[in-house]
């Protein structure tokens, strides 16, 4: 233990790196997989194939396959961006698939009668998906989001392959200099079961406050 | 019936594009990993060693103590070893026949088993770079071979038999750099480092300003180099050497600016073993085979001769 309180700072600014790839990328995914979802549902068909394809392609490739492409792959192809932001962005994309699968729930909890009486009322679809869809689908999957949300966390340990400082890579470091791979990987992981619970927590607290009575 | 013809096609498009990039994924990494080692040497390496391994020295029955750690490995018939199998001339696997694994520090292992057992039987547990203190601690491995530098705080967790090589860092920079001609030009630069190498603490202590990228493997180092994502690349001086051999795109320069001691990691506190592994590293460097190991290995991109073994328990830790 002793082992990382020695090295307390640089382990705070990586938990802070941490902390914001997974804000950044977490609602980046949020917003992205919620229009991957409309996509999925609207009725013009090479949209619903569009997104088919997108969730099918990104919930089958490994995410370190999808990061060493983007950070070795892309610069050949003429695109390079510094590290964080690259594995911001793969995080978002990758993430965003399992969002638009969990979105795409909530969206089946709506009963078809709604949207059958929102036609009726003279609503033309941007007003249905924004007023009617959207508003209950995402009410409805406020856990299996907070999971996923959980998921973008430890995935963001991934970043530390390709250089990214995060908490993993940084406790890396404190290992190599004190040689106790034990209690500091074991340090480390209670920090991310920590964060696990805040959001595990705060989703359920959000779940409560929004749930819809029916 | 529409419904069922989308869902069908579907799939295979997805399987498809996963299908392209996992071949790109494979061809990037096939690529940059060849860059390694050169495939004639290997098999001069394999048909060199065979003679040596035959004449290598065993242990007097009396030199394996009852109920020691010698003992607990003869009586188990194999010698377990923690060591890489992606280090260039070190501890390299053939990728086209898993069973070969080659290099120095492999090479040695092969003897320390010979040494015990008779036959260079060992059994590779990788990867073991972040947690040889535990594997050694909890004996999931009997010897750890894998460019371990001694230093004081390792050697409160565990017992280094040796040094038996001494290497140093080095920078490489790409080809086309004429600004960076060694350490004391990184100020301020961006530099590569492996994770979980000596590169990592060392370039901060020669040089504060700089900033410290790491990345997982050596050919991810090489690659991002070249890509331009730092601006100079460093790591032991006999890994560069590999490197730019093969690829053209990178040189270094200057000339090593630290001395890294490389000893054999021990369980901590066996003092029967270590007192056995350090007579056998001394056996191995008198009779020749330590030398003959090296040229067949690390000699191969090197132009000078084999050096001399730095002296058993030099360094502080051993």
Not at chain 1, 137 to 163: D, F, K
Not at chain 2, 231 to 249: E, G, H, K, W
Request: charged share 15%.
């Amino acid at each position: 233990m002793q082992a990382l309180l020695d090295n307390l700072d640089p382990l705070l600014r990586a938990l802070g790196t941490t902390v914001t790839i997974t804000l950044v990328a977490g609602v980046a995914a949020l917003v992205l997989g919620t229009l991957v979802t409309i996509a999925r549902v609207s009725p013009v068909p090479v949209l619903r194939g569009a997104a088919f394809c997108y969730v099918q392609f990104f919930v089958n490739v490994p995410l370190l396959a999808l990061l060493l492409l983007a950070v070795f792959a892309l610069p050949d192809a003429g695109l390079i961006m510094p590290l964080t932001t690259t594995a911001v962005v793969v995080l978002a994309v990758y993430e965003a698939a399992y969002v638009a699968e969990a979105v795409r729930s909530g969206v089946n909890t709506i009963p078809p009668g709604q949207l059958e009486a929102a036609r009726a009322l003279g609503l033309r679809l941007p007003q249905i998906l924004r007023l009617v869809v959207v508003p209950q689908a995402l009410r409805a999957v406020v856990q299996p989001l907070g999971n996923v949300m959980i998921a973008l966390v430890m995935n963001s340990a991934l970043a530390a392959t390709v250089g990214v400082v995060e908490l993993t890579s940084a406790v890396n470091k404190v290992n190599l200099v004190e040689a106790q791979p034990i209690p500091i990987f074991a340090g480390a992981g209670l920090v991310y079961m920590a964060i696990a619970l805040a959001i595990g927590l705060a989703a359920g607290r959000i779940e409560k406050k929004v749930a819809i009575a029916r | 019936m529409r419904s069922m013809l989308t869902r069908r096609r579907t799939p295979v498009l997805a399987a498809l594009l996963t299908a392209v990039a996992l071949t790109t994924a494979a061809c990037s990494d096939g690529g940059s990993s060849d860059t390694g080692v050169p495939p004639a040497d290997d098999t001069a390496a394999a048909s060199g060693l065979e003679a040596v391994f035959a004449d290598a020295p065993v242990a007097d029955e009396a030199d394996i103590l009852p109920d020691s750690t010698m003992a607990a490995i003869k009586e188990r018939g194999v010698l377990r070893v923690g060591a890489a199998l992606d280090a260039p001339l070190l501890s390299q696997q053939d990728p086209s026949n898993p069973d070969e694994v080659s290099g120095f520090d492999i090479d040695l292992a092969k003897l320390l088993a010979i040494y015990i057992l008779g036959e260079p039987s060992i059994e590779i547990v990788p990867p073991a770079s972040e947690t040889r203190e535990a594997l050694l601690a909890n004996g999931t491995v009997d010897v750890v071979f894998n460019t371990y530098t001694i230093t004081e705080e390792r050697a409160e967790q565990i017992s280094f038999a040796g040094p038996y090589f001494t290497s140093g860092l080095a920078v490489a920079v790409t080809a086309d750099n004429d600004d960076i001609s060694g350490i004391e030009d990184l100020g301020g630069k961006n530099v590569i480092v492996g994770a979980n190498t000596p590169a990592v603490t060392a370039v901060p202590e020669e040089q504060p300003t700089a900033e410290v990228t790491s990345f997982a493997t050596d050919p991810q180092a090489v690659q991002a180099l070249v890509q331009g994502r730092g601006d100079a690349y460093v790591q032991d001086y006999i890994l560069l050497a590999t490197n730019a051999a093969s690829n053209p795109d990178i040189k270094i320069v200057g000339d090593p600016f630290t001395a890294e001691p490389y000893g054999i990691g021990l369980k901590h506190d066996d003092a029967d073993f270590k007192q056995f592994v350090n007579t056998w590293l001394e056996t191995i460097q008198d009779e020749g085979q330590w030398a003959a190991v090296w040229e067949e290995t690390l000699g191969t991109v090197s132009d000078s001769g084999a050096p001399t073994p730095p002296e058993i328990g030099s360094v502080p830790g051993s």
